[in-house]
């Protein structure tokens, strides 16, 4: 079977932008907690995917989080890539269009400002695998072996400020839609 490619071939996406993420579970089964009056009460599981998440920030340091939503069989997120290594402030601008061209494809390498060695940036797909990886591991380690992460992954490139507003009101409200979302499975079995 051939799968549908999910990325753009000419883009790089190591390049510093603004990137929205949607990660399910395998076959979209709940590992992660529960909705209760619209609100996500995350488990042990649930928790681990948060602290992962944030763990991105820290392990790479040209990454900084946007909104994330935890859901019961899914996740979403905005994840900040900043090749320019040198500060924190990530104010979206339109007007330069934070680096959203189709930038040449390879290795970015920059100067990073924290101890101004060599980095070499990682492409949102290595990103999201080391989230994946790492995630999958410390939930293996609780006893629950049969959960998975669904392969790949859902990315959409934020290119102006009202995409960026849509996807924040979005993350932010998705557990109070739970009830009709299309990964709800007792909604849409």
Known sequence: MNRKANRYKTYNYSSSGYYFVTICTKDRLSFFGKIEDGKMILNECGKIVRERWLWLQDQYNYIKYGEHAIMPNHFHGILIIDTVGTGRDLSFNPSNNNGLDHAPKG????????????????????????????????????????????????DHIIRNESSLNNIRDYIIKNSLNWDTDKNNLQFNP
Do not use: M, V
């Open 107 to 154: 290795n970015n390498i920059i100067r990073t400002g924290r101890d101004l060695s060599l980095q070499k940036i990682k492409p949102l797909s290595e990103l999201i695998g080391a989230f994946k990886a790492t995630s999958s591991k410390l939930i293996h380690q609780t006893g629950l072996n049969e959960f998975r992460w669904q392969r790949s992954f859902y």
